[in-house]
């Protein structure tokens, strides 16, 4: 199975999803590795990425869990997923596929990317990815988790989800 933790810059998918990975005892993947150089030059200038911009980083990220799921892998990955559009390309890489929606108040997004230290993705671009999420209300294959909680909690709650279905 591959998992997704999606959701805005700054909602905690890279923390949650190693948490996740190593309740699962599985690999995770940090899917900002997948962007392309100039993706992350753009980001890290400030500028937003287009559809066109994310096309190759999606693409690479669905090859991977095609072949993850092809060698009946596990594997926990970040990517922020903000579109329909978006999750459907990994949707029709794999069936055998879960989202993690981090859902949460965009004040404490903001707060925690004002925080962030070395991170290629400056706080003025928050506002552009809150703009662009589309919300996976009525998707099936999603478990919207609040993350105004501990991580450690909420990566409890996740596994008791999850694990049944591995």
């Known amino acids: 199975m591959i998992i997704v933790v999606m959701g805005i810059s700054g909602s905690g998918k890279s923390t949650l999803g190693q948490l996740l990975a190593d309740g699962l005892n599985v690999p995770f993947e940090e899917g900002d590795a997948y962007h392309s150089d100039e993706n992350v030059k753009k980001m890290a200038a400030g ?3 287009s559809d066109e911009d994310r096309k190759p980083w999606l693409a690479t990220l ?5 072949t993850w ?3 009946g892998e596990t594997r926990v990955v970040s990517c922020s997923s903000l579109r329909k559009s978006y999750r459907d390309i990994f949707r029709e890489a ?9 859902d949460g108040a965009k004040e404490l997004v903001r707060a925690r990317m004002a925080e962030r230290q070395s991170h290629f993705m400056p706080v003025q671009l928050i506002e552009s990815q809150i703009a662009a999420l589309e919300v996976p209300d009525g998707e099936e294959d999603v478990i919207r988790i609040d993350i105004s909680r501990d991580p450690e909690a909420m990566a409890e709650e996740l ?8």
Request: charged share 25%.
């Open 159 to 166: 596994l008791g989800k999850v694990k049944p279905l591995l």
């Open 47 to 49: 500028i937003p990425l």
């Open 94 to 102: 794999t069936d055998n596929l879960r989202f993690i929606f981090l």
């Open 69 to 71: 799921d092809a060698n």
């Open 62 to 66: 669905a090859d991977a869990m095609r």
